[in-house]
């Protein structure tokens, strides 16, 4: 495990989440860290190259944080950010194109096809991080969106409901539990 990349994935994306140009707030490296969380599961469950699904974790949303202009094409720019800092760490070329298509194909709804284990390790992981991120999803409703009461609840309801339909059916048999006790929260 490159433990060296992991650790610097790590401080510079929480670097990057903290400056003001930083559109999404710290409530992004919230989700960063659960997905991160998430995918190490996954890889455990789905017998993936842990080490590629959770550089590729850290990575996902790299461009987004960096520069909010690449938001609507993250996926491409984040798989190109994230060739260039792996190849300052001597990273595996061959790992390295795992880890950009992971990035590359890690939104739901984009509908690329996953090919390998680590790309749905890592598109899962980016989708269930929304059920540990309810207190931001609420901010998003109430704050951001400035809707009433019943407005917001049903916003975060229906974007919990499409993130868990996006899933793999094995991680949605994994994640069950965790569904229904944040739809029971929510209703």
Same mark, same amino acid.
């Given at each position: 495990?490159?433990?060296?990349?992991?650790?610097?994935?790590?401080?510079?994306?929480?670097?990057?989440?903290?400056?003001?140009?930083?559109?999404?707030?710290?409530?992004?490296?919230?989700?960063?860290?659960?997905?991160?969380?998430?995918?190490?599961?996954?890889?455990?469950? @789905?017998?993936? !190259? +842990?080490?590629?699904?959770?550089?590729?974790?850290?990575?996902?949303?790299?461009? *987004? #944080? /960096?520069?909010?202009?690449?938001?609507?094409?993250?996926?491409?720019?984040?798989?190109?950010?994230?060739?260039?800092?792996?190849?300052?760490?001597? @990273?595996?070329? !061959? +790992?390295?194109?795992?880890?950009?298509?992971?990035?590359?194909?890690?939104?739901? *709804? #984009? /509908?690329?096809?996953?090919?390998?284990?680590?790309?749905?390790?890592?598109?899962?992981?980016?989708?269930?991080?929304?059920?540990?991120?309810?207190?931001?999803?609420?901010?998003?409703?109430?704050?951001?969106?400035?809707?009433?009461?019943?407005?917001?609840?049903?916003?975060?309801?229906?974007?919990?409901?499409?993130?868990?339909?996006?899933?793999?059916?094995?991680?949605?048999?994994?994640?069950?539990?965790?569904?229904?006790?944040?739809?029971?929260?929510?209703?």
């Amino acid at each position: 495990m490159r433990e060296d990349i992991l650790n610097y994935l790590c401080e510079e994306v929480e670097h990057r989440c903290k400056l003001p140009t930083n559109h999404f707030g710290m409530g992004c490296y919230y989700h960063i860290q659960a997905v991160v969380k998430n995918a190490e599961i996954l890889a455990d469950s @789905y017998n993936a !190259d +842990k080490e590629v699904v959770l550089i590729a974790a850290w990575l996902h949303d790299i461009a *987004s #944080i /960096t520069d909010y202009s690449f938001y609507e094409d993250h996926h491409i720019h984040g798989a190109e950010m994230a060739e260039d800092i792996l190849h300052k760490f001597n @990273y595996s070329p !061959d +790992k390295i194109k795992l880890v950009q298509q992971c990035i590359r194909n890690h939104r739901g *709804s #984009i /509908t690329n096809s996953r090919v390998t284990l680590e790309e749905l390790c890592v598109t899962d992981a980016d989708a269930i991080s929304h059920f540990d991120n309810v207190p931001s999803l609420l901010y998003l409703a109430y704050v951001n969106k400035k809707l009433d009461i019943n407005e917001g609840k049903e916003f975060v309801r229906n974007k919990l409901i499409r993130s868990y339909e996006k899933l793999s059916d094995k991680s949605k048999i994994l994640y069950k539990i965790k569904f229904d006790q944040v739809m029971n929260v929510l209703n």
